[in-house]
């Protein structure tokens, strides 16, 4: 049995510096598998706030730029890629950092086995989807399954639509998977998660968006569009993406309002984080006024014993 240290959190928490600090100053022979849904994907750089070419060779970064942005990825080919590596691994520490919340619960959990419906309770999904609309099927899940509801972004077509699924092929809530679980890989972990206070968080969040457009946020999306990329692959359904595809070929808004309704939509996607975190972490922690030598002792007290 492998064991993975979590460092966790929203969007914008810190987790990838801190990682950095914590190999550079006291696990050097560690590895940093990133637990991120953006990540995995090639030529989605700036967007995903991935880490840059030096990084990933430094810290030995896992499970990044393993997909094109034209295939679909789900949280399963996720978990299942992970077990290959875990598998393969020798004896360097593995740091799992990131925040997309399904996949840390893949890995921590395990993914739970269903029946094969050849798509038709998804197709009838989307039928009542295109039909009544997004509203009519996030007010379905709120009656079914409350606790998903106030996790999963009402405005997430997938994930609305995925929720509901698994309730009508399980007569299960989606909320209430976990016990129903698979591992692809066996591991045993500790997890930290970093909870800044909410006014440094946004902060945060406005001044990385205003960055990554700096760097050049709309020239990558002119590419992968130029790809061939559109809405209708999940690459391109992040936020941030997104609204940069509208925004190059809907032409309705402009590049100031765009920052801004990528700022607000990140902070609220960050909120909805912090909120699955809490029902599915217990170990916060804030940097500002952390211990670093009791969390190290900690982590070495985790590998040894």
């Not at 928490?13 to 590895?31: C, M, P, Q, R």
């Not at 922690?285 to 007290?301: A, G, M, P």
Request: net charge neutral; glycine share 4%; hydrophobic share 35%.
């Amino acid at each position: 049995m492998k064991k993975v240290v979590f460092i966790t959190g929203s969007t914008s928490s810190g987790k990838s510096s801190f990682a950095h600090k914590l190999i550079d100053e006291y696990f050097n022979n560690s590895v940093i598998v990133s637990v991120d849904s953006m990540q995995v994907y090639k030529y989605l750089d700036i967007g995903s706030a991935k880490p840059c070419k030096d990084e990933i060779e430094k810290y030995n970064y896992k499970m990044i730029d393993i997909v094109s942005p034209l295939d679909k990825f789900s949280v399963k080919s996720y978990s299942e890629e992970f077990a290959k590596y875990i598998n393969s691994s020798s004896n360097e520490i593995i740091f799992a950092v990131g925040g997309t919340g399904l996949y840390v619960e893949s890995l921590k959990h395990g993914i739970f086995n269903e029946i094969d419906d050849n798509g038709k309770t998804r197709e009838a999904l989307s039928k009542e989807l295109e039909e009544h609309g997004l509203n009519y099927l996030f007010d379905k899940l709120k009656k079914i399954d409350i606790e998903a509801a106030e996790t999963i972004d009402r405005h997430n077509s997938r994930r609305v639509i995925r929720a509901l699924e698994v309730y009508y092929k399980t007569g299960e809530k989606f909320s209430n998977m976990k016990n129903m679980r698979k591992k692809d890989a066996d591991i045993n972990y500790i997890e930290f998660t970093l909870n800044p206070c909410r006014e440094k968080l946004y902060n945060n969040i406005d001044e990385r968006v205003i960055k990554m457009f700096d760097d050049g946020l709309l020239e990558e999306v002119e590419k992968l569009i130029a790809m061939g990329v559109n809405l209708s692959n999940t690459s391109m359904q992040a936020i941030g993406y997104k609204e940069c595809y509208q925004y190059l070929v809907d032409k309705t808004i402009n590049k100031s309002e765009l920052i801004s309704l990528i700022q607000q939509k990140t902070r609220h996607y960050a909120k909805r984080q912090v909120t699955w975190f809490k029902k599915n972490s217990s170990n916060f922690i804030d940097l500002e006024t952390l211990n670093l030598s009791n969390l190290v002792d900690e982590i070495n007290n985790f590998l040894k014993n």
